[in-house]
């Protein structure tokens, strides 16, 4: 890149989105354009960051040198980059893409091809944080592509990020997020049977969390969820329907490498019943009302 901070275009301005998008702009980077399939979320962004919300992809490409596209699964990955009509390869020469879903690996391959012969660049930048570190920067993030892309837009990456690891070729990255996202979903399953069986024997929960943290049941998500499944307070951070997703695409993977993985598949299901249950835009600790005996889901799981 020019020492000039490039124009950035932001595809998919969800939660995680749009406060890496506010990022950018509090950094000094010109965001020019912002653009997500609820129109009205795009418009209220661009006139917060003083942006364009165009009408098509065609035309984020138009307006910007990078384009970070935070959108939701494989299908929306490949709409974004179509090969024809509305898409964002529409003359992207000379731009770059830089992916932060959590898709499948192999579509991170089908897009940098894709790109690559409209002569464009495109890199998956993984993140395994979540929407208050998009906000302040402090994102862990895992990139993968090609090494000079990277270094092309590594200022931007770092803006972003408290650490910034580059993984390897393209796909990589996405196979190091699935793993981490199946262990922190097995994690948050486990979690929320062993406090639903705390309270079921009546245990004092505050207590039982207090003395998972200071023995072998201590984790990261006994500290990020606990006692959100304790008080049933699952505002969304990460949704029980990505949980789903992400948990699939691992089981996927294993199936390719010719592994079982039981505790994986057992978690996927869970979270398979929260969505049926009408629970899917809970956070993931909302799996805890399907392991306490007192809670609603707990009662239509048995009727």
Known sequence: MTSEKPRVGFVGVGRMGANMARRLHDVGYPVTAVYDVRAESARELAAELGSEAPATLARVTELADVIVTVVTDDAAM?????????????????????????????????????????????????????????????????????????????????????????????????????????????????????????????????????????????????????????????????????????????????????LSLPLAEATAKQYDTMIELGLGELDKSGVAELTFASRRAQSLTTT
């Open 78 to 258: 490949r709409a974004v980059f179509a090969p024809g009509g509305d898409s964002l390869l529409a003359n992207a020469k000379g731009k770059i893409f830089v992916n932060s879903a959590t898709i499948t690996p192999s579509v991170h391959v089908e897009v940098q091809k894709l790109a690559e012969e409209r002569g464009a660049a495109s890199l998956e930048a993984s993140l395994a944080s979540s929407i208050p570190q998009a906000r302040d920067g402090t994102l862990y993030m895992m990139v993968a592509g090609r090494r000079e892309t990277f270094e092309r837009v590594e200022p931007i990456l770092r803006s972003m990020s408290k650490k910034l690891r580059y993984i390897g070729d393209a796909g990589q990255a996405a196979t190091v997020k699935a793993l981490v996202n199946m262990v922190m979903n097995i994690n948050t399953a486990g979690l929320a049977e062993g406090l639903g069986l705390g309270e079921a024997l009546g245990l004092d929960l505050t207590v039982l969390r207090e003395v998972f943290a200071e023995t072998g049941a201590n984790s990261r998500v006994l500290e990020t969820d606990g006692i959100d499944m304790q008080n049933r307070e699952h505002d969304v951070y990460f949704s029980a329907a990505h949980a789903a997703k992400d948990s699939h695409i691992a089981t996927a993977l294993a199936q390719q490498a010719g």
